[in-house]
Structures are given as C-alpha cells and as structure tokens.
C-alpha cells in the first residue's frame, strides 16, 4: 500500500529536550516536505526536499532541522523545542513528474512542548 | 502578501445542494498548480483536485470541479450534490514552480464546510 508513515503520532515533552519526528514514503517520491497545522493558519511549509541531500527552507523554517540522507526518509529535527512549536506536524511526498504532483500526507504528528 | 487567500472561515450547504469555496492566489511565477485538500474532524488530509497553469480545461473529478480563472488569479472549488460526509475543513493550495524548480508549497487558512441535512 502506497503511504507515508510519521512516528511518533503523539509527542509530549519538555523545553529544550532534542527530539526527532520520522518520515518515510514507499512511493519512490523525490519531493518531500513538512508542514506544521495550527490554528487559523492553515498548514505551513517548514522544510521541503526535491531529492537525496537537497533541501530548502519553508516558510517558517526556525527552530527545525531536517535531512535526506535516503530517498525514502525525511526526519523532522527539533534540537531544543520551545512551547511555540506546540503543533500538529504534517510529512508529505509528491513525484515531480507532470501530472502526478498531488502530496501524499502521512496520519500527522500531535507535539506539545511544556 | 498572502499567497493563498481564502476568505470563507465558514460556509453552510443544505444537503444535495452545490456549494462554491473561494481561493485566491498571489505568483508571478508561470508554472505553478493548484490543489484542494479535504481534512476531516479525523485529521488526515485528502487530496481532491489539481489544476496546472496550463491547463486549458477547468478540471473535475467526480462531484468536485475547479473553477479556475487565470486573469483573477482565482481558483474556487465547487461541489455538487453536497452529502454529510463532505462536512469538513478545505484548504487551498499552491506549488509555485514545476517539475525541477521551485516547489515552495503555500496553504490557505481553509475554510470549513458544514453540510445541513
């Protein structure tokens, strides 16, 4: 079955304690991004990745780290959350090949941080 | 500016009737997609519908059509025949740049439908 996986789905933790979000897709996708959902404002992009060892920045990229060392994976870094990036994290994966651009989202990941 | 606008918070549909969900967007760029995501009280986000910058044609698929005018830079959804199942929050996108370049992705605020039976 054609997926995208995050773990955990749930996260509690503390300010400053270094934690990683995985993501994973079987779909052979290039373009890998994350998003985090709050409130009022939609979804928006932190990081997205077009291939192997590419990466960009999002919209609201701080306080996040990510990499892409497989095609398949795309790790969500937090190296010391603070309670602003209390939030509802959304992985997706999309082919770059016309027409097939639609994302992929994984189940998201609930993270709150005291 | 906002690169996607959607002005709606919240929208009401009898059952059985269409309704139309408005989407604005902001680019200068000439490649850039158009999409609809679906995101029921369950939380996962469903893909609905995609209209390239190209594209010809306002696409469809099934109750789902696009209604898309370049000259305004708007993209609005309409659904027809409205079920139950179709109450949910809507979110319009944009991908600015296709193919090989760019590729930022840019979500609206969504608008969250209510279907009345």
């Known amino acids: 079955e054609a997926q995208v996986t995050q773990n955990p789905r749930y996260l509690i933790t503390v300010t400053g304690k270094k934690l990683t979000v995985t993501c994973s897709q079987n779909?052979?996708?290039?373009?890998m991004s994350w998003y985090r959902q709050d409130p009022g404002l939609g979804l928006r992009q932190i990081y997205y990745s077009m291939n192997v060892e590419v990466t960009d920045k999002g919209d609201v990229p701080e306080g996040y780290k990510v990499s892409r060392k497989e095609k398949r994976n795309f790790p969500l870094i937090l190296e010391s959350p603070s309670p602003n990036q209390t939030s509802l994290y959304f992985c997706?994966?999309?082919?770059?090949?016309?027409?097939?651009?639609?994302?992929?989202f994984g189940p998201g990941t609930r993270l709150t941080v005291l | 500016a906002q690169k996607i606008t959607q002005t709606q918070p919240g929208m009401f549909v009898q059952e059985k009737e269409a309704v139309t969900l408005d989407c604005t967007y902001d680019t200068s760029d000439p490649s850039y997609g158009l999409f609809w995501y679906k995101q029921p009280s369950s939380g996962e986000m469903i893909f609905l519908i995609y209209q390239g910058s190209y594209d010809q044609q306002n696409a469809t698929e099934g109750r789902y059509s696009l209604n898309f005018q370049k000259a305004r830079k708007s993209a609005n959804l309409v659904i027809s025949a409205s079920q139950l199942g179709d109450s949910a929050m809507y979110f319009c996108?944009?991908?600015?740049?296709?193919?090989?370049?760019?590729?930022?992705?840019?979500f609206g605020t969504g608008t969250s439908l209510t279907v009345i039976p």
């Open positions: 996108a944009m991908r600015e740049g296709l193919g090989n370049t760019g590729n930022q992705f840019y």
């Open positions: 997706a994966s999309s082919s770059l090949d016309y027409p097939t651009y639609e994302q992929f």
């Open positions: 779909m052979n996708h290039e373009y």
